[in-house]
T-cell receptor
Framework: NAGVMQNPRHLVRRRGQEARLRCSPM?????VYWYRQLPEEGLKFMVY????????ESGMPKERFSAEFPKEGPSILRIQQVVRGDSAAYFC????????????FGPGTRLLVL | TQLLEQSPQFLSIQEGENLTVYCNSS?????LQWYRQEPGEGPVLLVT?????EVKKLKRLTFQFGDARKDSSLHITAAQPGDTGLYLC?????????????FGGGTRLMVKP
């Protein structure tokens, strides 16, 4: 089975541009989570989604950040008007329906804002 | 806000030594996961512990979940250079409170040959 896939692995944006990060969960997994790892800091939860639903977005910044997990296709984390402080590694994780606490992580997207 | 404190933050040992990494909280977790992360990669799941007092072994790695489900430990026997990496513990609170994981700050282990 393919693991959690994320693309791109690296993304460079200038301040004010938009960043779109994609995540395809493991086959058979219907729950997707996004985490952010700032330089020299631990992983912090951002948002938890099921197909077509946002379940918990308590870790998402109130502005410029949005996430979706459509019926078809990957989950998307979108950052509008990026700023230098958005530079971080963004990880997606997925879990199966019957074991939602065990999460499997993708390789991450490293975003660099110039 | 729940916090998971990991100790030590850094550990440098010689090949063949034993070590223990601790993960402590004042909050109860329904389960706790241990991950290992290599530079430039995502965390790789090592184990999930669910029951208070549970002990799981994975070759030279022994994981224990505290009786009160507030703390956990990872013990490595006869460490090898291949064990070098960042070890992360992460706690989950269960379905009723959401499924987000709260991560500890990590223990960076270096095993010298």
């Amino acid at each position: 089975n393919a693991g959690v896939m994320q693309n791109p692995r690296h993304l460079v944006r200038r301040r004010g541009q938009e960043a779109r990060l994609r995540c395809s969960p493991m086959k058979g997994h219907s729950h997707v989570y996004w985490y952010r790892q700032l330089p020299e800091e631990g992983l912090k939860f951002m948002v938890y989604l099921q197909k077509e639903n946002i379940i918990d977005e308590s870790g998402m910044p109130k502005e410029r950040f949005s996430a979706e997990f459509p019926k078809e296709g990957p989950s998307i984390l979108r950052i509008q008007q990026v700023v230098r402080g958005d530079s971080a590694a963004y990880f997606c994780a997925s879990s199966p329906l019957n074991s939602q606490e065990t999460q499997y992580f993708g390789p991450g997207t490293r975003l660099l804002v110039l | 806000t729940q916090l998971l404190e990991q100790s030590p933050q850094f550990l440098s040992i010689q090949e063949g030594e034993n070590l223990t990494v601790y993960c402590n909280s004042s909050s109860v977790f329904s389960s706790l996961q241990w991950y290992r992360q290599e530079p430039g990669e995502g965390p790789v799941l090592l184990v999930t512990v669910v029951t208070g007092g549970e002990v799981k072994k994975l070759k030279r790695l022994t994981f224990q979940f505290g009786d009160a489900r507030k703390d956990s430990s990872l013990h490595i026997t006869a460490a090898q250079p291949g064990d070098t990496g960042l070890y992360l513990c992460a706690g989950a609170r269960g379905n009723n409170a959401g499924n987000m994981l709260t991560f500890g700050g990590g223990t960076r282990l270096m095993v010298k040959p």
